[in-house]
């Protein structure tokens, strides 16, 4: 089956088993290895990507039903020299241990962020909870975040 | 893959492909097929365009919930009235917020091989009926027969609507997950009751989930709680004198006993909610 996505705004035609995972598609057809291959069951939230602005794991995505959609991962959500909020937040926090989950992390918090951009730590966690660290203990990742918020308040964002 | 504009186009593809094919919702749970070791399906008919599947309709009688409304879609459109508060909550505390955005009701119920569904005990505490097409046309199933005829239903059907009837209830639901959130529930128990004017529980309803292979009522508890006072720390006595109704299944998860242990914990939490918005509503 021919499909055609825009991944990272790039128009893209991928020939693939319609029962493929977008993960697998992106990793091994795009050469787009940010998302990680983990738990592949939704509950790690190491794959999350953006899909028409939603985080979701794209372990659980098959390729057929996203034709025409529009798909965003770590690699296109900013240029590299410079790094949208919540990577810059990240860095400046010294948040990143093992950095397996973090591209996930960094998408999760981007898209929620958005619809949300003053939570609480209560509401961070709970925006996380699908997105599993094994290094750090999230602490400093939900600081991290409210920096953010702190940041925004007082450029008047 | 194929991919169906109306239920009947679905039917039809169903019927062609034979009982390999399967009808995808969100796809949760098909996708992970290979981690259960299982084939995947040859053949996915795609439910995603057909008309009104994701609508969700509230009004005063009834909330109207097509088959792919979106854990999450239904968490933010359910209104936050007592009668509804175990559905809403059903809604959006399953799973995580990513799985949230792509699992749908319908797949939810329609998996016979899922035990750990949130909706189920929902909907079977809420009283709900479901809208089933097949071949020989369109049936309405309360959920307690919907849940029972998964797997002995001929091939294809389809679960076409579900409705939820309002009342004046009051409803809750809790589950226990090994972590806060994210992964499946050991245990969850969904309750609705109506209050007489003396405060005394009246036509109690109580959905288990993910304690045995299949949800189901409790309804040596619903009896026993009839006439009894709105009263967290009662009800947990109560079930636990009864909790040998149960079997507790023994999974990767947690063992069989652990389930049956928590169930009256759960439980009193339900009425300790149930309690909260009793007393909110008399003041």
């Known amino acids: ?157 | 893959m194929t991919f169906p504009r109306s239920v009947d186009e679905a039917l039809n593809d169903l019927a062609a492909a034979g009982p390999d094919a399967i009808p995808v919702a969100g796809a949760t749970w098909v996708m992970r097929s290979p981690l259960r070791h299982e084939v995947m399906a040859p053949v996915y008919v795609a439910l995603s365009g057909i008309e009104g599947f994701q609508r969700i309709d509230v009004t005063d009688e009834a909330v109207s919930i097509g088959p792919l409304a979106t854990h999450d879609a239904l968490a933010q459109k359910l209104p936050p009235n007592p009668d509804l508060k175990a559905l809403k909550r059903a809604s959006a505390r399953s799973a995580n917020p990513g799985v949230r955005r792509i699992a749908t009701i319908g797949g939810n119920i329609c998996t016979a091989a899922f035990a750990a569904s949130d909706f189920a005990p929902a909907l079977l505490s809420l009283d709900a009926q479901i809208e089933v097409r097949d071949k020989a046309g369109l049936e309405w199933l309360p959920v307690l027969a919907f849940l029972e005829s998964r797997k002995s239903r001929e091939l294809p059907w389809l679960v076409t609507r579900i409705i939820v009837p309002r009342t004046v209830r009051l409803s809750a639901h809790e589950r226990l997950p090994m972590r806060k959130a994210g992964d499946y529930p050991c245990a969850i128990a969904s309750v609705s009751i109506a209050v007489d004017d003396r405060g005394r529980i009246h036509d109690a309803r109580i959905g288990v989930g993910a304690v045995e292979a299949a949800p189901r009522r409790w309804q040596n508890l619903e009896q026993a709680l009839e006439g009894q006072p709105v009263d967290p720390a009662l009800t947990e006595t109560a079930a636990r004198d009864l909790i040998a109704d149960f079997t507790g299944r023994d999974a990767v998860d947690a063992p069989g006993w652990y389930r049956t242990s928590v169930l009256p914990v759960l439980l009193r939490r339900a009425f300790e909610t149930i309690r909260t918005d009793y007393e909110t509503r008399a003041s």
């Open chain 1, 1 to 157: 089956m021919t499909i055609e996505l825009t991944i990272n705004g790039e128009v893209r035609t991928v020939t693939a088993d319609p029962r493929t995972a977008l993960l697998d598609v992106l990793r091994d057809s795009c050469r787009l290895t940010g998302a990680k291959a983990v738990c592949r069951e939704g509950f790690c939230g190491a794959c999350t990507v953006l899909v028409d602005g939603e985080a979701v794991p794209s372990c659980l995505r098959p390729i057929g039903m996203l034709d025409g959609r529009s798909i965003v991962t770590i690699e296109g959500l900013a240029h590299f020299e410079t790094p949208n909020p919540v990577q810059q937040a990240f860095i400046d926090h010294d948040v990143v241990q093992c950095g397996m989950c973090f591209p996930g992390m960094v998408m999760t918090l981007t898209a929620f962020l958005e619809t949300n951009p003053a939570p609480s730590r209560g509401e961070v966690k709970a925006a996380l909870s699908g997105n599993i660290c094994r290094c750090t203990g999230y602490e400093r990742i939900v600081d991290a975040v409210l920096s953010i918020q702190d940041m925004r308040k007082v450029s008047g964002r």
